[in-house]
């Protein structure tokens, strides 16, 4: 954990919750190595894991408005009201100059103390439609840096095209597939991951449309997420299937095709690794954002979206086979799909956010 320094400019960043909001933070903090960093957090997140020993870690017990008014929307704004007074205290005790968040529900305390001090906020926003913390709080922040372009026209607030970090291992070149050692190098991979949020609808989709892949020589890799009882279900020489694997970066370059959810950091990562893919958003997500940003992927020829209540086994295993077929059209399609992907990536998205920092903050 990084030892106190007040001869440092001094931030504290709140990422809280999925990694969706917590690996930005971490790829921005890594690029501040002048700084000192804090981080506000919620207790038993998987903050807690990822920068507990690296950066000093305080915690606020608060959550988003659910539902209709009641006694729990009441019991909510008492503990947001006592968070932005912890946040208050830990940022007037420690002497920060300023506050970063990725959004989420721990933003809303973040910013409000900070701005009742005073302080320089900077909120990054990665989704193309912003969440409602972040369109009601922007106008409180210094900056707001956004991941899509779009995103700016939903925000009353001053904002910047940055695009969204990733993690470190995106800039790596090894290219071995650690524990994926027996799939072949030359036989055409698809990849399906589902994201924090999920897919066990989507995976049945794709263990059903899964004969007819392996019969045109196609393998699979099945990230399945923790929450799939019928995860071991399938099984098939060039069907590999896994709960969780840690390096997707290695994984997307060597897939010829991802099927997955349509979160923003997932997307990040594909345009990195220059990835096609067939996207499909959670359905439930909040106002239906994922579709949004999907969207952003398909405007460019990057991606293809389809709806998981339209999805049949037949109309998936179709979508993947023109992608992935022998035929001239087919490879000059993917092509064409690796091109724009690779059009949206910001490989110095950290960068550019880092800096950011570095201009508004003052030791």
């Known amino acids: 954990m990084a030892s106190s320094n007040f001869s440092q400019p001094r931030l504290l960043i709140a990422a809280s919750g999925t990694g969706g909001h917590v690996f930005p933070a971490v790829a921005i903090a890594e690029q501040l190595t002048d700084y000192h960093i804090e981080w506000l957090g919620v207790p038993d997140r998987m903050e807690g894991k990822l920068v507990g020993d690296r950066y000093r870690l305080h915690t606020v017990n608060v959550a988003g408005f659910q539902g209709k008014p009641g006694l729990g929307t009441i019991k909510t704004l008492w503990r947001l009201i006592a968070s932005i007074q912890t946040v208050r205290t830990i940022l007037k005790r420690g002497k920060f100059q300023g506050v970063f968040t990725t959004g989420g529900y721990i933003s809303a305390p973040a910013i409000i103390a900070a ?102 020589g196609i393998w699979l890799v099945h990230q399945t997420g923790e929450s799939d009882q019928k995860a071991n279900s399938l099984s098939h020489p060039q069907y590999r299937s896994l709960p969780f694997y840690p390096h997707m970066a290695a994984l997307f370059r060597r897939a010829d095709l991802v099927i997955g959810r349509s979160g923003a950091g997932t997307l990040t990562e594909l345009a990195m690794t220059h990835t096609p893919s067939i996207l499909v958003p959670y359905p439930y997500a909040a106002e239906d954002h994922q579709a949004i940003n999907a969207k952003e992927f398909v405007k460019v020829g990057a991606a293809q979206m389809f709806r998981q209540s339209e999805l049949q086994p037949e109309t998936l295993a179709e979508a993947v086979l023109g992608l992935l077929g022998s035929q001239p059209e087919a490879q000059a399609k993917k092509q064409a799909m690796r091109s724009a992907a690779q059009s949206l990536a910001v490989p110095d998205s950290a960068k550019r956010v880092a800096d950011l920092l570095r201009e508004l903050m003052v030791a």
Do not use: I, Y
């Not at 409180?140 to 026209?153: N, P």
């Not at 291992?169 to 991951?193: C, R, S, Y």
């Not at 949020?197 to 892949?213: F, T």
């Open 115 to 216: 701005k009742s001090l005073g302080l320089p906020v900077v909120l990054h926003e990665s989704n193309a439609l912003p969440g409602k913390v972040t369109r009601f709080l922007a106008p409180w922040c210094t900056t707001v840096a956004v991941g899509f372009a779009v995103a700016a026209k939903s925000l009353k607030a001053k904002t910047v095209c940055t695009g969204t970090p990733v993690r470190s291992q995106f800039f790596e070149t090894a290219e071995t597939l650690e524990g994926l050692e027996d799939v072949p190098k030359d036989v055409p991979l698809v990849v399906m991951v589902g994201g924090s949020q999920g897919a066990v609808a989507l995976n049945q989709l794709v263990r059903d449309a899964a004969p007819r892949l392996f019969e045109q």
